[in-house]
C-alpha cells in the first residue's frame, strides 16, 4: 500500500485562472478534492511541503491523510498533478479524491519489469515494454505502489500478456489480451547500398567530310 502523508489544506474562495496565478506567486497550490459522493471543494496547500511529498512518494497511487482547516482527517487519492509544460518543476494544480477504507477505487498502477530477460542476456534480444500502467480496482488497504513482472525466462519472441499477471485481492481492468512486454529479434542496421561509379560515356563526334575527302572516294 502507498505510504499514508498527512497533509493540510485550506478552502479556497477565490477561483479562476487569476486567482490561481496569484495564489502560486504566493506560494500556494491550488487543489481541488472530490469523491464519496462530496461536491467538489476548492483548496490551497503549501506548494513547497507538497512537491517534497512528490518526490517521497509515487503520485498516481499516493494516499494522503488530508486535514482541511481542521476538520478530521480524510484520506484522499492523488489523482492527477498537473505541471507547468515549459518547466515540469512547477506545479499547477492537484486533484484529490476522498476514498473510504471499505469502497474499492479505480487506480492505474505502474508496471516495473525485473530481472534481464534471457533472449536480451544470451541472444542479443531487445526487451520491448509495451503496457506501463495497469488499471484496478481495489480496496485502498490493498492498493500497490507498483506491479513487478520478471522477464528473467523470456526468449525471444516470448510475449507476457495481462493475463499472466496476478495481482492480490484486486481485479484487473485492463484487456486480457493486451501485450505487457516483449522480447524482440536484435536490431540488425541494414550497410548502406553504394553505387557502383560508371565511367563517362565520351559523345561520338559526327564529321562532315572535307572536299578533298569527297573526291578521294569517288
Do not use: W
Amino acid at each position: 500500500m502507498a505510504l499514508n502523508t498527512a497533509v493540510t489544506a485550506t478552502p479556497r474562495i477565490a477561483t479562476g485562472k487569476g486567482a490561481a496565478r496569484s495564489l502560486r506567486r504566493a506560494g500556494k497550490l491550488p487543489a481541488v478534492v472530490y469523491g464519496h459522493h462530496r461536491a467538489p471543494e476548492a483548496l490551497e496547500l503549501d506548494a513547497l511541503s507538497f512537491e517534497r511529498l512528490l518526490t517521497s512518494i509515487g503520485a498516481s497511487t499516493a494516499m494522503i491523510e488530508l486535514t482541511v482547516d481542521g476538520r478530521d482527517p480524510v484520506k484522499a487519492l492523488i489523482r492527477e498533478v498537473q505541471r507547468d509544460p515549459v518547466r515540469p518543476s512547477n506545479l499547477l494544480h492537484v486533484d484529490l479524491y476522498e476514498v473510504r477504507g471499505d469502497e474499492k477505487i479505480t487506480v492505474e498502477v505502474p508496471v516495473h519489469l525485473t530481472g534481464i530477460a534471457s533472449g536480451v542476456r544470451n541472444f542479443a534480444g531487445v526487451l520491448d515494454h509495451i503496457l506501463h500502467r495497469i488499471e484496478i480496482e481495489v480496496f485502498p488497504a490493498d492498493m500497490p505502489d507498483h506491479i513487478d513482472v520478471d522477464v528473467t525466462l523470456m526468449e525471444i519472441g516470448e510475449v507476457i500478456f495481462v493475463r499472466d499477471i496476478q495481482i492480490p485481492n484486486a481485479e484487473i481492468l485492463n484487456d486480457p489480451d493486451q501485450a505487457v512486454c516483449t522480447v524482440v529479434p536484435p536490431r540488425v542496421e541494414e550497410a548502406p547500398v553504394v553505387e557502383a561509379e560508371v565511367a563517362p560515356v565520351e559523345p561520338e563526334l559526327i564529321r562532315k567530310p572535307k572536299p578533298e575527302d569527297e573526291a578521294d572516294e569517288e
